[in-house]
Every structure is written in structure tokens, then in C-alpha cells.
């Protein structure tokens, strides 16, 4: 079946610990996204990539890192620079057309 | 102002009853909305998409836009208690491909 899949799906964070995220695509889509939620609000976009070996900042973006190696893949790395990083993450994807995004199961990401 | 905003409700209708979400968005030169449906503690899913004025139909789902007053609107039939959940607007920007979601509106279906 073709999807997304993103692990773990929870995951503790230490602090001044890094942590990373994983997202796998097999939709051959191009493009993939990570959002941040937070209780009661919606979607905010950390990070977005069109192509592989190319990314670009959303709204959100410090204290996150990303890499995008293979189109199939787009890991998110939370640093130990984000003072707030307690939150839902969901990865997305969608083509490069007008077309509706798809999400991962997501991750819930705790401070210990 | 916020790009896109939403009631956050919660939005309660009997059983049966037709339900009626809202959104308002900013950027006057957007061309594709989106609902999602997101259940407590899971990922969003795709509803409707809708691109031109007017309404678009799939099922007890019926999606209205109206790019003039900026409008974008969820309407759903014969509401269920399997309907409760939060609805998300997505509004995409015009440059990067890029979504702008609203907080979301929590609807309860009651039997």
C-alpha cells in the first residue's frame, strides 16, 4: 500500500539532546513538508522541500534541521536549540501540481 | 489578521442535522482550498478539495467557495456521531506550493 510513514510514534526528548524524526514516502511524490501542532491550534510549517538535495524554511524553522538525500525520505532533526519542542509533528507530501497534501500518522515528541 | 480563521466552536447539531463550517482567508490571490478532518490524536485526512466558485459535492460533503468575498465553507448532510471530530481549512499560498491551515473548528455530533 502506498502511504506515508513516519517514526517513532513517540518519542522523549532529553535535555540539550537531538533528536530526529523519520518520514518515508513510497507515493512518488516530489514534494514533503513537516508541520508542528500544538494543542487546540492548527498546522504551522517547519520545513519544506520541492526536490531532492533542496529545502526551504517555513514559518517555524529554528531550532529544526532537515535533509532531503532521497526523494523518498525527509527526516526532521529537532536540536537542542529549540527551548519548546513539545508538540504533534506530522510529515506531508504532495506532487509539484495543485494537488492536495497527504499526512503521516505523525509524532508526539516529549521532553523528559 | 490571520491568513485563514476559523470558529473554533465547538460546533454542536443533533443527529441527522446538517453541519456547517466556516473559513475566511486573507490572500485574495489564493486558488486551492482544502478541508481536512483530524479525529483527537490522530493526522489530518483530506475531505474536499475545492479550486473555482461555487459548490462541489462528494457525498454528505458539499464544499462552497467564493473567491469575492474570500469565503470557503463545509457543509455536511445527514450528520453523524461518527462526524465528530475538528475540521482544518487549508488555504494554498500562491508562491512554494505552500498550505496555511486554520485552528480548526471542533464539531459534536450528539444522538
Known amino acids: 500500500d502506498g502511504g506515508i510513514t513516519q517514526s517513532p510514534k513517540y518519542l522523549f526528548r532529553k535535555e540539550g539532546q537531538n533528536v530526529t524524526l523519520s518520514c518515508e514516502q513510497n507515493?512518488?511524490?516530489?514534494?514533503m513538508y513537516w508541520y508542528r501542532q500544538d494543542p487546540g491550534q492548527g498546522l504551522r510549517l517547519i520545513y519544506y522541500s520541492q526536490i531532492v538535495n533542496d529545502f526551504q524554511k517555513g514559518d517555524i524553522a529554528e531550532g529544526y534541521s532537515v535533509s532531503r538525500e532521497k526523494k523518498e525520505s525527509f527526516p526532521l532533526t529537532v536540536t537542542s536549540a529549540q527551548k519548546n519542542p513539545t508538540a504533534f509533528y506530522l510529515c506531508?507530501?504532495?506532487?509539484?501540481?495543485?494537488?492536495?497534501?497527504?499526512f503521516g500518522d505523525g509524532t508526539r515528541l516529549s521532553i523528559l | 489578521q490571520k491568513e485563514v480563521e476559523q470558529n473554533s466552536g465547538p460546533l454542536s447539531v443533533p443527529e441527522g442535522a446538517i453541519a456547517s463550517l466556516n473559513c475566511t482567508y486573507s490572500?485574495?490571490?489564493?486558488?486551492?482550498f482544502f478541508w481536512y478532518r483530524q479525529y483527537s490524536g490522530k493526522s489530518p485526512e483530506l475531505i474536499m478539495s475545492?479550486?473555482?466558485?461555487g459548490d462541489k459535492e462528494d457525498g454528505r460533503f458539499t464544499a462552497q467557495l467564493n473567491k469575492a468575498s474570500q469565503y470557503v465553507s463545509l457543509l455536511i448532510r445527514d450528520s453523524q456521531p461518527s462526524d465528530s471530530a475538528t475540521y482544518l481549512c487549508a488555504v494554498r499560498r500562491e508562491y512554494g506550493n505552500k498550505l496555511v491551515f486554520g485552528a480548526g473548528t471542533i464539531l459534536r455530533v450528539k444522538s
Open positions: 506531508a507530501s504532495s506532487t509539484l501540481r495543485d494537488q492536495p497534501q497527504h
Open positions: 490572500d485574495r490571490v489564493s486558488q486551492s
Open positions: 475545492i479550486y473555482s466558485n
Open positions: 507515493l512518488n511524490h516530489d514534494a
